[in-house]
């Protein structure tokens, strides 16, 4: 970039960031959503143990499950309670039906599980219109009754809202809040300005991307990087935008501040991709919901911010945790967890670089193979002192047994060697064998073999997770949908030079 342009970036960044009050939050994290439409729900403590696994800190509850709020006592990890769309006209009612909730389902609790936020409802104004009326009530009694147990400083109160009520989000500058809600919206977002709360957003780039019609980029939608040309620039702000999810975020600021409201933050209550979808959905792929997933942590955990607010990152609970086999629906709906209902990874994300969020970063896991081309004489010399000397259990090498096939001295040799790796703890020195064995991150696993480090329990999993030593950041040279060929509306004219700009 020239100094010119750089300096009047630099200008317009001043000029359109300068305006707003909203702060950088110094701890951003990314979160999980537990959903819990499954035949065979996890218990409690094998749901914190999960979560403890995985080093995940903050959780979104569609309820306030006692037996999840015990089972999270003293855990550390940060939990969002959310009073049930059943509840909340009662609550939206009733100050006294409030207070009870909060006293029951709250204070019960905390602090030794850290309740850090009351979520009322989930998109009220979308699923439970005739409850539009009183929401704001319900949002003012819960939060009267922290303030009366003095907890309001550290419990935040809000309700999570469908993006789609925000209309015209391409380009953000455009966006504005579906004008027959503002008297919702209004009160609401003077009430999340004057108790210090936030603005929950649901933001699905996924579903932009399917009813966009080709318009939105499957890239675009992804956090791939776009050829400059692709790039979507505001024409209002000429903002930059590379992904959907900033995009849809910013459309948010800019619909708040066309009702006057600049210093009301946003937190991503839900985002995901489905990692498998029905024949209308080919998009719906574990492949797809690793990237997004991935690119989103990512995104999130570098407080890249968006490009209204650079360096202001919202943070942000990924929808799943589980796969909600019981979702009424398409196929996909069924599929947006990042674990099975055992707990074993739907796929395993790419986040190298991204700090801690979940421990099980296959960038991270190593196995040690038989070198390609390495002299069969000395591989069948390490096979054998692997399972003598080195005290491996080859019983899984056995005719019959699950490791046996492939029948070669290479495949019988890395499964040795990776059990002796990991039998050593991957100690440095651990995967040579005099220069035969090398150190892949590739899971060797396959089949019913499961290799030592595999996180999978069986092949099914390893078959589909096996990782790259390319990161998916660098996905370039992935074909463009082809915009030529759609026939469009006019608001889709006005996205595509909108997209088109520069
Ligand atoms: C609860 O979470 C908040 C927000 O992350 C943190 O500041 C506080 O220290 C936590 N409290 C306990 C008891 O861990
Ligand atoms: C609701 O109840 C709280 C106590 O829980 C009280 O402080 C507050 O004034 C009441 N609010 C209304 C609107 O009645
Ligand atoms: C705006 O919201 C109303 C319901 O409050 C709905 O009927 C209408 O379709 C929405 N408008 C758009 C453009 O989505
Ligand atoms: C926002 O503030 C401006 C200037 O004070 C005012 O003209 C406008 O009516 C306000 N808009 C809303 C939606 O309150
Ligand atoms: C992380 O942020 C830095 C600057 O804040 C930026 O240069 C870099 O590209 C970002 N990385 C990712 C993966 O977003
Ligand atoms: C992943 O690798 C980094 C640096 O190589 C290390 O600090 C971290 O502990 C590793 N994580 C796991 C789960 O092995
Ligand atoms: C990875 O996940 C598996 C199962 O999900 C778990 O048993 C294991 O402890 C995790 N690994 C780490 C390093 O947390
Ligand atoms: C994988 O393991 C699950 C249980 O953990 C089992 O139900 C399934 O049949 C196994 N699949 C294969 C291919 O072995
Ligand atoms: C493993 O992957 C191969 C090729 O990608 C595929 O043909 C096969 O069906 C997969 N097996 C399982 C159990 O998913
Ligand atoms: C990584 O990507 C490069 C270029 O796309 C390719 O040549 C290389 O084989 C890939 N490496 C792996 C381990 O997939």
Redesign the pocket.
């Known amino acids: 970039m020239g100094g010119v342009a750089a300096s009047a970036v630099v200008l317009l960044l001043v000029l359109f960031v300068g305006s707003t009050a909203v702060t950088a939050d110094e701890d951003t994290f990314v979160g999980v959503n537990i959903g819990t439409d499954l035949s065979d729900m996890p218990h409690p403590t094998q749901v914190v143990a ?1 979560l403890k ?2 080093n995940i800190r903050h959780i979104r509850l569609y309820n306030a499950d006692r037996g999840m709020l015990v089972a999270l006592a003293n855990s550390g990890i940060r939990v969002m309670v959310s009073v049930p769309n059943e509840q909340v006209l009662g609550i939206g009612q009733s100050n006294s039906t409030a207070a009870n909730w909060v006293s029951q389902n709250v204070v019960a609790h905390y602090p030794a599980t850290n309740i850090t936020a009351i979520a009322v409802g989930s998109e009220v104004l979308n699923t439970l219109p005739n409850a539009a009326p009183i929401l704001v009530n319900a949002l003012k009694f819960i939060h009267s009754a922290l303030v009366a147990s003095n907890l309001d400083g550290q419990i935040k109160v809000s309700t999570p809202l469908s993006s789609s009520i925000i209309l015209d989000p391409f380009p953000p500058s455009q966006a504005f809040f579906n004008k027959s809600m503002n008297s919702v919206l209004v009160p609401m977002l003077s009430f999340l300005q004057t108790t210090g709360s936030y603005l929950m957003l649901n933001v699905y780039p996924y579903y932009d991307y399917m009813q966009s019609n080709g318009l939105i980029l499957l890239d675009y939608a992804l956090f791939k990087p776009l050829p400059s040309n692709k790039e979507a620039v505001d024409p209002n702000t000429l903002l930059h935008y590379t992904n959907v999810f900033d995009a849809a975020i910013d459309a948010a600021y800019f619909a708040m501040s066309y009702l006057n409201f600049t210093n009301v933050p946003v937190v991503v209550t839900e985002s995901g991709w489905p990692s498998k979808g029905d024949s209308k959905e080919p998009d719906a792929t574990m492949e797809n919901a690793n990237t997004y997933n991935s690119n989103l942590i990512r995104h999130v955990l570098n407080k890249t911010g968006t490009p209204k607010h650079p360096g202001i990152a919202s943070s942000t609970y990924i929808y799943e945790l589980y796969n909600e086999d019981m979702k009424p629906g398409s196929l996909s709906e069924k599929n947006w967890g990042l674990f099975d209902e055992t ?3 739907v796929y395993i994300l790419r986040l190298t670089g991204s700090g801690s969020v979940l ?2 970063d296959t960038t991270n896991q190593t196995y040690c193979t038989a070198r390609e081309g390495a002299d069969s004489k000395m591989l069948q010399a390490a096979l054998d002192w692997a399972c003598g000397a080195g005290k491996v259990d080859c019983s899984p090498l056995m005719q019959g047994e699950q490791c046996y096939e492939p029948d070669t001295v290479t495949a019988h040799a890395t499964y040795a060697f990776d059990a002796y790796y990991h039998q050593m703890g991957k100690a440095p020195g651990t995967c040579d064998f005099n220069g035969v064995a090398a150190v892949t991150t590739t899971d060797p696993s396959h089949g019913t073999c499961l290799f030592s480090g595999s ?1 999978g329990r069986n092949a099914t999993l390893s078959n589909i997770t096996a990782p790259s030593m390319n990161s998916t950041v660098s996905a370039s040279g992935v074909g463009y949908p082809n915009y030529i060929g759609v026939i469009p509306t006019l608001l889709q004219i006005a996205a595509m030079m909108w997209t088109s700009l520069l």
Do not use: D, E, F, R
Request: charged share 10%; glycine share 12%; no cysteine.
């Open positions: 999960l696994a995985q707990g074993k990874p421990s099980n996180i």
